[in-house]
């Protein structure tokens, strides 16, 4: 099956930084889509991004679907950023279920 | 729209009982998926629907394992007997792929505790 890995696994940023946050996945996809878990455990969507690029507010991702990776950026970091950021995507062609990367834990210190 | 409701909210139960999980998919949507996460092994599939469908179920971990989609608005995951392995958070997820998106919403998850 599709693999998919994220990295880095952790990060600590001071507050008003800014980071990149890779996805890598091993097979084409027809959904790749971003993910904040906050600290109550609920799932957020942030982007839905098979291919291109999308900006919403301070954060933006890019996805190279012929090079097969995603990239999460994050500007001007506040401490409502932390927690951890899945990278998803599907196995198949379709309506088909998403699988997760293992996440980036990210903390953001005031 | 209300989004994803999943109910119970969190649910404690003692080893050998059944749990009943309830999910609400967005009205419209079409395609259902049951999600666990756990320390160990992630976020991964056990279920999913299309059209009140079950799909593909190979994620289910054994037969104590149940799930049912009776209509478009209203699916149950079952678990009987309950066992302390089974301790998770348990995400139920909708999609409509309309005009090629797929994009999937997630309800806020039941956290289930077995002693």
């Known amino acids: 099956g599709i693999q998919v890995e994220q990295s880095p696994p952790d990060l600590i940023l001071q507050e008003g930084a800014n980071s990149t946050l890779r996805c890598n996945f091993s097979d084409s996809v027809n959904n790749l889509q971003w993910f904040h878990q906050n600290p109550w455990g609920q799932l957020i969507n942030l982007f839905y991004?098979?291919?291109g690029t999308k900006q919403n507010g301070r954060l933006s991702a890019t996805t190279v679907a012929t090079e097969r990776y995603s990239l999460l950026y994050i500007s001007s970091s506040q401490t409502t950023d932390s927690g951890v950021y899945f990278c998803?995507?599907?196995?198949?062609?379709?309506?088909?279920?998403?699988?997760f990367g293992k996440g980036t834990r990210l903390s953001v210190i005031a | 729209d209300a989004g994803v409701i999943q109910s119970p909210r969190h649910e404690v139960t003692e080893m050998g009982q059944e749990v009943t999980l309830r999910c609400k998919p967005i009205s419209g949507h079409n395609s259902l998926f049951w999600y666990r996460q756990t320390m160990m092994r992630g976020l991964e599939l056990l279920i999913y629907f299309n059209n009140n469908v079950p799909i593909d179920d190979s994620g289910m971990p054994e037969d104590r394992f149940s799930a049912k989609m009776p209509n478009a608005s209203f699916s149950t995951l079952k678990i009987q007997p309950s066992e302390p392995r089974d301790s998770a958070v348990y995400f139920c997820?909708?999609?409509?792929?309309?005009?090629?998106?797929?994009?999937?919403?997630f309800g806020p998850g039941t956290r289930l505790t077995v002693t």
């Open positions: 991004i098979p291919s």
């Open positions: 998803a995507v599907d196995r198949n062609s379709g309506n088909t279920p998403l699988v």
């Open positions: 997820a909708s999609s409509f792929p309309g005009q090629g998106a797929y994009e999937q919403y």
